[in-house]
């Protein structure tokens, strides 16, 4: 083979490793953004509300004894705090075409899953980080996330 062509395939092959290497710092860059400017959307309180939808038509009630998610459908999902053993995120790579972040609460008895976007999950968020040793890290890092992964950000000292 030509010294010429071995160097032009060479060349060839790094530029293309190069722009892989590009897209991917870009797409870290860009989630990691992404992340930081949800987080400061759920903590500060003069920043209008931007509304999802069709995540904003899931609301979600708290009180002193459960999470309640009213479904678009007029069904519910609830799960009391003395039952919570497990909380985790769980992220696709469906977004942004549709909903792309779950909050999972796991009891022993029931169960809630609720799209990030949906009416009081700054609230929500705000009681689940009061949790002692509730993982603000692995929040973040799924608020980066465009595949398909599961985060686990908090589980009862019981369980």
Known sequence: MDATLLLSIAVGVLAYFLVLLGIRCFASFSGSR????????LT??????????????????????????????????????????KIEIITTDDGPIAPDLFWVLH????????????????ELFAQLQTLPN???????????????ATFVCWASPSS
């Open 44 to 85: 500060d309180e003069n920043q209008p509300e931007a509304r999802l939808i069709p995540e904003s038509s899931y609301v979600v009630v708290l009180d002193e004894q459960e999470i309640v998610c009213n479904r678009p459908d007029g069904s519910q999902e609830r799960v009391s705090w003395k039952d919570l053993q």
């Open 34 to 41: 992404a992340a930081n400017k949800v987080l400061k959307s």
């Open 107 to 122: 009891g022993t008895q029931s169960g809630c899953v609720i799209p990030q976007g949906a009416t009081g999950d700054a």
């Open 134 to 148: 509730f993982n603000n890290g692995a929040v973040i890092e799924a608020m980066g996330s465009t595949s398909n």
